[in-house]
């Protein structure tokens, strides 16, 4: 049980461009989702915080413009990189909790890479 | 500001060798902590995690890790590791009135035959 899933698992774009990521939980209603960015041989760090139906708690320093986050339903989230530069390459990674302070449950990631 | 870390980035052992990862973090109040651990080209999985009760916590696949309170430490060790256990290990934290996931830098862990 308790399965994340992301989609697509890697993605490639052209500079300028917007690129979607779903992150779904498969066989649980997630209350939490959280959006984290992890840098080659780096840590994962947060970048929000996406409750459903409420607007994303974003970390200092992120761009809720450029990194919009829609948690449309209990078992949804989404992640859009608006204008996509090459310094939004990256590896994305989702994680879903069940419920307030409960275990995160992680996506595989999906790899963008912006040309 | 909370912070987690982890002072092994990167640790070569054989087959059978004991193992102990180092974490630390620093937040006063009541924490909740996890090691998670990312095998080669998978996702993070949950290997233990401590909220409260015995400061000894049982993980899977022979993993342990100790809370020490005084010293800001969850610590985790295995008595003899395997090849299979090459992964990339990493320590978080949540405080305990948040739901954010603070992570150390992580441990790559290289075991050899």
């Known amino acids: 049980g308790a399965v994340v899933s992301q989609h697509p698992s890697w993605v490639i774009c052209k500079s300028g461009t917007s690129v979607k990521i779903e992150c779904r939980s498969l066989?649980?209603?997630?209350?939490?989702m959280f959006w984290y960015r992890q840098f080659p041989k780096q840590s994962l760090m947060l970048m929000a915080t996406s409750n459903e139906g409420s607007k994303a708690t974003y970390e200092q320093g992120v761009e809720k413009d450029k990194f919009l986050i829609n948690h449309a339903s209990l078992t949804l989230s989404t992640l859009t990189v608006t204008s996509a530069h090459p310094e939004d390459s990256s590896f994305y990674i989702c994680?879903?909790?069940?419920?307030?302070?409960?275990?995160?449950?992680f996506g595989p990631g999906t790899r963008l890479t912006v040309l | 500001a909370q912070s987690v870390s982890q002072h092994n980035h990167h640790v070569i052992l054989s087959e059978a060798a004991s193992l102990e990862l180092g974490c630390n973090y620093s937040?006063?109040?009541?924490?909740?902590l996890f090691w998670y651990v990312q095998y080669p080209g998978q996702h993070l999985q949950l290997l233990l995690k401590?909220?409260?009760?015995?400061?000894l916590v049982k993980g899977i696949k022979g993993f342990e890790a100790e809370f020490i309170k005084s010293k800001f430490s969850f610590n985790l060790r295995k008595p003899s590791v395997q090849w299979s256990d090459t992964a990339e290990y990493f320590c978080?934290?949540?405080?305990?009135?948040?739901?954010?996931?603070?992570f150390g830098t992580g441990t790559r862990l290289q075991v050899f035959p």
């Open positions: 994680s879903a909790a069940p419920g307030t302070y409960n275990e995160q449950f």
């Open positions: 978080a934290v949540n405080a305990g009135n948040t739901d954010k996931l603070i």
């Open positions: 401590y909220f409260s009760g015995d400061p």
């Open positions: 937040y006063g109040g009541t924490v909740n």
């Open positions: 066989d649980f209603q997630a209350t939490t």
